[in-house]
């Protein structure tokens, strides 16, 4: 799920499998992160976040788990439905901001769920 | 309550041409940013604002681009002259302030095509 180049990368998962989208962050400094979602013709929409004092949290369906000694960060979707299909982007914001505000964003990756 | 809204929701313009984009934050968030998304590619950071503090402008990428806001509330993105390459999604985002744990919650984006 790492983005790279110009163009997004692509997980295609089937229906009701579980889907597993990484993100590598670049700061030790940050203390929050953020998962959005993007469906195709608009704009992104908060999935769930986590404070760098944990390593896990469960919403519905989606779980994101944070490994800070490699910097490291995943969103787990389970049971994977036609309607998880969009962009999905990580963020992390770094402690103390700076510029691009509070938040910097990764590059996305693009979940294709097949029925 | 209502969201980040953005209008137009479409705008085609011929090249050389000026153009506005208007972004309304929730009510009660101090800081505001504009990003660019190109076809299938991430969020490209262009500015934000943050109450009565000066923008930051860094990553604004030619002095065609502008942008204002009224005290706490709408901000316009202002592209000068435009060029093929501006042709992309604009997206809004608002959060209560800049800096610490902030979620930024983006508006649906005007998509511009520059003829």
């Known amino acids: 799920g790492e983005s790279v180049g110009l163009h997004l990368p692509t997980l295609s998962v089937q229906e009701g499998d579980n889907s597993i989208i990484n993100c590598a962050y670049s700061?030790?400094?940050?203390?929050?992160f953020i998962w959005y979602k993007q469906e195709s013709g608009k704009g992104p929409q908060f999935i769930i976040d986590?404070?760098?004092?944990?390593d896990k949290r469960q919403g519905q369906r989606v779980t994101v788990l944070l490994n800070k000694t490699v910097k490291h960060l995943s969103l787990q979707i389970a049971a994977t439905q036609p309607g998880d299909s969009a962009v999905y982007f990580c963020a992390e914001n770094i402690r103390g901001g700076g510029s691009q505000g509070n938040l910097i964003f990764g590059k996305g990756t693009k979940l294709s769920v097949k029925p | 309550g209502a969201g980040v809204s953005q209008s137009p929701s479409n705008k085609v313009t011929e090249k050389g041409k000026d153009v506005e984009l208007r972004c309304d934050p929730i009510s009660g968030h101090t800081a505001l940013y504009w990003y660019r998304q190109r076809l299938g590619q991430g969020l490209e950071f262009l500015i934000y604002f943050q109450g009565n503090s000066a923008p930051d402008k860094s990553g604004l990428p030619s002095d065609r681009f502008s942008a204002e806001r009224t005290g706490e509330s709408v901000s316009t993105l202002t592209i000068q002259r435009t060029q093929q390459e501006d042709s992309a999604v604009y997206l809004c985002?608002?959060?209560?302030?800049?800096?610490?744990?902030?979620?930024?919650?983006f508006g649906p984006g005007t998509r511009l095509t520059v003829l």
């Open positions: 700061n030790s400094a940050s203390d929050y």
């Open positions: 985002a608002s959060s209560k302030r800049a800096g610490g744990v902030n979620t930024q919650y």
């Open positions: 986590i404070r760098s004092n944990m």
